[in-house]
């Protein structure tokens, strides 16, 4: 399964790779972005991190500026969301899959 992803950089197997950039949101998708040098897969991976947790970040900055029902969304919804999203993402991208969140992940394919 591995060896139709290419290699790396870092020399980490690229599904491995692809999944640690979800490791701690956007921030490892930034290290990843950076770091990975042309497996469009880790990149692709990287990216998409960045753009899906960068939001849910902005958006649970945002909600928290709005008393009440923004800090209800800021505490029930945002959470139970990214984490669902963070384990999703982390195992479609170990197993070699190239996972699109709508929107989100139609973004990152456009920016590679």
Not at 10 to 37: I, K, M, Q, R
Not at 56 to 83: E, H, K, T, Y
Request: hydrophobic residues 55%; neutral net charge.
């Amino acid at each position: 399964m591995h060896s139709d992803l290419g290699r790396t950089s870092s020399g980490l197997d690229p599904n491995f790779a692809a999944a640690l950039a979800y490791a701690v949101g956007w921030v490892t998708g930034v290290v990843f972005l950076l770091a990975e040098g042309d497996n469009k897969f880790v990149k692709f991976h990287a990216l998409q991190s960045i753009i899906v947790f960068g939001g849910l970040s902005l958006a649970w900055m945002v909600a928290l500026s709005i008393p009440f029902l923004g800090w209800i969304v800021a505490f029930l919804v945002i959470p139970p969301v990214s984490a669902v999203l963070w384990l999703v993402l982390m195992y479609k991208a170990y197993q070699g899959e190239r996972f699109k969140i709508p929107g989100a992940g139609d973004m990152a394919e456009q920016r590679l």
